[in-house]
């Protein structure tokens, strides 16, 4: 993973939100608070509409040219220099990090794909990157939010970030900055949190019994916190972690970073 440098300068005052297949299909409510985070920031916000999937499940299950296909389709949605936002840290890696490889030498349209990706690829950041890192926003009780974020309830909170969050885009940091910020937000490690959930896209449909042991130990280890909510920036890995948990009856409630930031720092209740 190379080291990421932010601009410098004036704020943006537009940016793009690409927010997922997940987002879209299951947890739409984390792409809305998305949207006023960045709203409340002065940004306008653009959601063009014809977006889909970033790809990644064709790549990370070794089919390249169907990958590559799935993402030519998003490379005109974002001609505007502006940034591109993803509230998941495993659907930005694949934009930053492996869109460009995917149209290497590829021949079609003279080369402007390749081209396309390139430039997506340099203005992709996670939401919480981009809130914390670009905006540089102030979440704890000296910041633009302390008061209203000072009134909520005390919350014990276990942070889970994706593996290709983790390792690709290195936002744990930025995960654990804006949580730690937060009036009345108690953040526990626990034993098993940098390892994966067990959902890893079709890894969990083709390896069922180890993807369910995986998340069995992950929701463990989080319960044994005493917290009382999980928290993460990627939907594949909350959908995982919370359907299992409810099927357990396990008392591990789970939220979106996104939704998270947003009630805790005066939005409206979860």
Known sequence: MKPR??????????????????????????????????????????????????GQPAYSSGNPRQAREV??????????????????GSCAGMMRHHWPALFEGDDQADGRDAARAESIAGRVYELTEFLVRVLGIDLGLNGTYGDAASQQPEERVVLHTSCGARREMGT????????????????????????????????????????????????????????????????????????????KGAPLAVEHLASFLWRRTGGEAA
């Open 5 to 54: 440098t932010y601009p410098t300068g004036p704020r943006p005052t537009d940016v793009y939100l690409f927010a997922t297949c997940l987002v879209d299909l299951f947890v739409p409510q984390a792409g809305l608070d998305a949207v006023k985070l960045l709203e409340r920031e002065g940004l306008t916000v653009h959601f063009p509409r014809g977006q889909s999937c970033c």
């Open 71 to 88: 993402a030519r389709a998003q490379l005109g949605l974002f001609e505007q220099p502006w940034p591109v936002i993803v509230p998941s």
């Open 172 to 247: 744990r940091v930025h995960g654990v900055e804006a949580v730690d910020a937060l009036p009345g937000v108690t953040r526990i490690d626990h034993e098993r949190e940098s390892e994966c959930c067990g959902f890893g896209g079709t890894f969990s449909l083709k390896h069922p019994d180890i993807s369910g042991a995986m998340v069995a130990d992950k929701i463990a280890s989080a319960c044994a916190t005493g917290c009382n909510r999980l928290v993460s920036a990627d939907c594949g890995c909350l959908l995982n972690i919370g359907h299992a948990a409810e099927r």
